[in-house]
């Protein structure tokens, strides 16, 4: 099927292709793509012309650490075109960086277990190796730290992982990591960006180069595993704590339960159902462990054995949530915040006590992570460094202070880690020091759950939540926007039942104090977030998805200290502190 000019022209004028689309598509039919892929632009421009311009309206952009997207056909989609374009684009500037050309360039390679992943890590491996790039690519799927790390063990110029994290399975992406094993920052991200936006289909080098295609196989599991055992504090069985793991389908699978046994763990039931790589996620709706339902299965299974713990990992592994007894004996569920908390004053107290915490340590977490953070940093004398979101600013914050020693990082999306052999957030590592805290405070006569209910007691009972939007397509990109500007030009002086006293806008670099009108600077990298400073102190922080076409809407806000004499006084807390952040939601998400 073909369409001549003056039928392009009458779709565009009947307000059915959007001229947008239509120029993107034009470019992709005049070049070299196959006929087969043609012939499904031009059927999407005749028949389904819902389909196709939400293919071609735009091209997709990198978010938080490379490209995310459906997997579809089109410039807006995850597909072997839209990869060999970032691929392309990426050996352009790695090419433009080594003028002096001392050596070869070398590049790491990872993929999960969704649709797809293995196929278009081969296809990219083909566009670096045809560009003179030597590539190390894993032989079976991977969990994303261990790309993180091997950048490093293999002092690679690059690295690429193709997954989509915790997405739906229609999902799959392009994550770029650099020489230092974290995900791309400025200026870097502007440059490889603009090589991408630069490069054309016609000039995707699909073969030929001198660049040597290698697998990597167990060598680099056996280092990273070893790197785990060391972060242990404990040389003995722990044989007294029962875990149920599991791996959402995803690619812990090939790791967790050997870093578990390495450091002395020997009650661990994995969910076998779960076990099994799938990128159809066939088990669960999401393969988000934010969300109880991903981890439903292992929940009811950790009830039937009685367990302690339940870990359970994103298909690509950077992420873990876990679900601990409450001091009602019921199985619950924490936030990343929660978990967080208690991982961090776990690894502060062993390390001091074990005469391991230096003056010069430093801890790491997000603008849009509690804050309870920091007081529990302070009370060990250590600096809690803030961040932009996403874990590749905690990288850069390493990266940047490599005179002092980073012990922790984390933030409220379930990403921690721990020491630096890794530069991203890391849910292998975690998990087995999650679990090594959960063992060390039952042999103490506590819990995970009551040391938590300790630093709520401490320092006031923190409470968070997130809302997120979605806002698909043209229209979403629109809206969001839209709700971005107003909150920016007409900005609420009132939120719920309190006054907003400051506003923090990363955009503009500038926090304004509402009641003197003094304006300070921020000193982080420009990002599109809002934050509002209320009169108690709580905080509401907007900002739309690096990843998903979403906005989120994030919530912490501060109650009064647990009464750990009172098993109730926790509850009674958090139900009016939910009540304040329900008042909260409303307010803003109808602003």
């Excluded at 790390?149 to 992982?161: K, M, T, Y």
């Excluded at 490889?192 to 630069?198: A, T, V």
């Excluded at 949530?321 to 961090?344: H, S």
């Excluded at 329900?582 to 803003?588: A, D, F, G, P």
Aim: with cysteine; proline share 3%.
């Amino acid at each position: 099927m073909s369409l001549n000019y003056t039928n392009k022209i009458n779709l565009v004028l009947n307000n059915v292709i959007d001229p947008v689309a239509q120029r993107n598509a034009d470019r992709w039919l005049t070049s070299n793509i196959s006929e087969s892929d043609k012939l499904i632009i031009q059927n999407w421009m005749v028949n389904e012309p819902k389909v196709f311009n939400n293919a071609f309206y735009k091209n997709l952009e990198f978010g938080t650490g490379g490209l995310r997207g459906v997997m579809q056909l089109g410039s807006n989609g995850i597909n072997k075109y839209t990869l060999g374009l970032a691929s392309q684009g990426l050996s352009d500037y790695l090419s433009s960086e080594n003028k002096e050309n001392r050596e070869k360039l070398r590049i790491a390679i990872a993929y999960d277990s969704r649709h797809r992943s293995q196929e278009f890590a081969l296809e990219i491996a083909k566009v670096f190796s045809a560009n003179n790039i030597d590539v190390f690519i894993f032989s079976e799927l991977r969990p994303t730290p261990i790309l993180s790390f091997s950048v490093r063990d293999l002092f690679c110029d690059a690295g690429i992982v193709i997954t989509a994290s915790h997405n739906p399975k229609e999902y799959n992406g392009f994550k770029v990591y650099l020489s230092d094993g974290g995900q791309i920052i400025p200026p870097h991200d502007k440059d490889i960006i603009h090589r991408i936006q630069n490069t054309q289909i016609t000039d995707i080098k699909w073969s030929g180069g001198t660049g040597l295609i290698k697998e990597i196989k167990d060598e680099i599991d056996k280092k990273y595993l070893q790197e785990v055992k060391n972060l242990s504090f404990r040389d003995q069985s722990h044989s007294d704590l029962k875990i149920v793991f599991t791996a959402l389908h995803g690619t812990s699978i090939t790791l967790l339960p050997k870093a578990l046994k390495h450091i002395g763990f020997q009650s661990v039931e994995i969910i076998e159902s779960q076990a099994i790589p799938d990128g159809n996620f066939p088990t669960i709706i999401s393969p988000n462990p934010e969300e109880q339902e991903a981890l439903s299965i292992a929940l009811k299974r950790a009830k039937e054995i009685n367990a302690d713990i339940v870990i359970g990992c994103d298909p690509d592994a950077d992420r873990v949530g876990i679900a601990v007894k409450n001091n009602f004996d019921e199985i619950i569920l924490l936030n990343g915040n929660q978990t967080a908390a208690v991982l961090f004053n776990f690894i502060l107290n062993q390390r001091q006590s074990q005469g391991s915490l230096p003056s010069n340590a430093f801890t790491a977490s997000t603008i849009v992570t509690s804050t309870i953070l920091d007081n529990i940093a302070k009370s060990y004398n250590v600096d809690n460094l803030v961040t932009l979101t996403g874990f590749k600013w905690i990288a850069d914050l390493i990266n940047k202070n490599v005179e002092r020693e980073f012990i922790i990082g984390g933030e409220e999306s379930y990403g921690y880690l721990i020491a630096d052999f890794v530069r991203d957030k890391d849910a292998i590592s975690a998990s087995a020091l999650l679990a090594e805290a959960a063992s060390y405070f039952k042999e103490g006569g506590t819990s995970f759950y009551e040391e938590l209910l300790k630093l709520y007691s401490k320092f006031g009972t923190h409470l968070d939540s997130l809302l997120s939007i979605v806002k698909k397509g043209k229209k979403g990109d629109e809206e969001i926007r839209e709700i971005m500007l107003k909150l920016r030009n007409k900005t609420p002086k009132k939120l719920g039942s309190y006054k907003v006293n400051k506003i923090l806008d990363y955009q503009l670099s500038q926090t304004k104090n509402i009641i003197s009108g003094e304006h300070t600077d921020i000193k982080l990298p420009k990002s599109n977030v809002l934050q509002f400073i209320m009169e108690n102190n709580d905080r509401i922080t907007v900002r739309p998805s690096g990843t998903e076409p979403k906005i989120k809407y994030y919530f912490n806000v501060i109650g009064e200290p647990v009464k750990l004499q009172d098993k109730n006084s926790y509850n009674i807390i958090a139900e009016r502190l939910i009540e304040r952040i329900e008042n909260y939601k409303t307010s803003i998400s109808n602003f």
